[in-house]
């Protein structure tokens, strides 16, 4: 856990430079990436560092400024819906009709280490309360 506090402390010192994210790299292709669901405004993918038997990071392919849930703006409105409807139809592709988590990481505090905002889908298994 002090490795993934640490992770997001230093993440947070380059939050708003405006320097490409991995997830950015990802979405050129210059990273590769296990896609499980892709369409205009979001990109699906499995964790190379899975906390679940399934762990998928949904991305919107567009940062706009949306490095953190806490900056949302009203223009982002139908993206962050789309986010969790994305998350719905990946859930059901996966077979997690009987429940999983989305967990958004917000901030240094959240342990947001990547600042293009995310979620994380987690499934697969009986999911723990409280989480952490």
């Known amino acids: 856990m002090a490795d993934e506090e640490a992770a997001a402390q230093a993440a947070a ?78 859930a059901v592709q996966e077979g997690l009709e009987d429940g999983y988590r989305l967990v958004i990481n917000d901030g240094p505090n959240g342990c947001q280490s990547v600042y293009h905002l995310h979620v994380h889908l987690l499934g697969g298994r009986q999911m723990r309360w409280p989480p952490g």
Do not use: C, M, N, W
């Open 13 to 90: 010192s380059l939050q708003d430079t405006g320097a490409p994210t991995v997830f950015d790299k990802v979405l050129k292709k210059e990273i590769p990436s296990t896609a499980v669901y892709e369409d205009d405004l979001v990109y699906a993918f499995r964790d190379i560092s899975p906390q679940a038997p399934v762990h998928i990071l949904i991305i919107p392919k567009h940062r706009d400024g949306l490095t953190q849930l806490i900056k949302a703006e009203e223009r982002h409105k139908e993206v962050l819906g789309h986010l969790l409807y994305a998350a719905k139809l990946i």
